[in-house]
């Protein structure tokens, strides 16, 4: 009988160690650089005299150029009220040109962007297409933290919530000025939505890529989603 219980002992201390491995490297598994990396070259730092902020690059290719178009916050956009003229955006290998506002919603908090210099960008953001995914699902956020003082940064975290306001997602990646209109990613690099300006540290709220699909269609301007 003690042998019994000495290997039952054993059974269950092993599945115990099997399930700390589990949930350790493959359940909470760091995010593999190679999506990071995409994001980084996907992500652009947004300047202008009244602040700046974070967005995103879709690009398309037309009659032998590529054009480049920038998602991001309404509210990087605005200052006080009244929409920014001096618009420059700079990408991960400081390239820097001048843009225009093609089209903004405060209500949606949601402004698209075309970058004025001809083949400055191949790179394009993936939106996510699909369910929410479950609450848990490890994410990470690429922004520029105040501004240039941090650009290109890099913050890791969980899906916190997908009903927040509602329909908006929450997540607990750490945000901070400049963050803005900056995407949070999946681990496999699908960007699952915007930086939203009721960011605030530690509280990070953003507008689901499904919202931004819906507006683009609305007001057609389906050929600026990616």
């Not at 999506?35 to 290719?61: C, F, H, N, Q, W």
């Not at 920038?70 to 618009?87: F, M, R, S």
């Not at 501004?147 to 945000?175: E, M, R, V």
Request: glycine share 8%; net charge neutral; hydrophobic share 40%.
């Amino acid at each position: 009988m003690k042998k019994l219980n000495w290997t039952v002992d054993v059974f269950l201390g092993l599945v115990v160690a099997a399930l700390v491995f589990f949930f350790a490297y493959v359940v909470a598994a760091p995010i593999s650089p190679a999506p990071i990396s995409s994001a980084r070259r996907d992500t652009v730092l947004i300047t202008m005299p009244g602040g700046e902020g974070s967005g995103v690059l879709v690009s398309k290719y037309v009659e032998g150029h590529w054009h480049t178009y920038v998602w991001t916050a309404a509210h990087v956009i605005l200052n006080k009220g009244a929409v920014e003229t001096d618009i420059k955006v700079t990408d991960w290998k400081q390239q820097r040109s001048a843009a225009r506002i093609i089209a903004y919603s405060e209500k949606y908090e949601l402004a698209l962007l075309e970058i004025s210099k001809p083949d400055y960008s191949m790179n394009s953001v993936r939106f996510y297409h699909g369910a929410p995914p479950d609450i848990g699902t490890p994410v990470f956020h690429i922004g520029n933290f105040y501004g240039s003082k941090a650009p290109d940064s890099y913050s890791g975290g969980f899906l916190s919530s997908t009903n927040w306001l509602p329909h908006y997602y929450q997540f607990n990646c750490l945000i901070y000025p400049g963050s803005s209109g900056g995407g949070f990613f999946t681990a496999t690099g699908e960007c699952l939505g915007l930086a939203d300006k009721r960011c605030e540290e530690g509280i990070a709220i953003a507008l689901p890529s499904q919202l931004i699909e819906t507006w683009a269609k609305t007001h057609d301007l389906n050929y600026f989603l990616p």
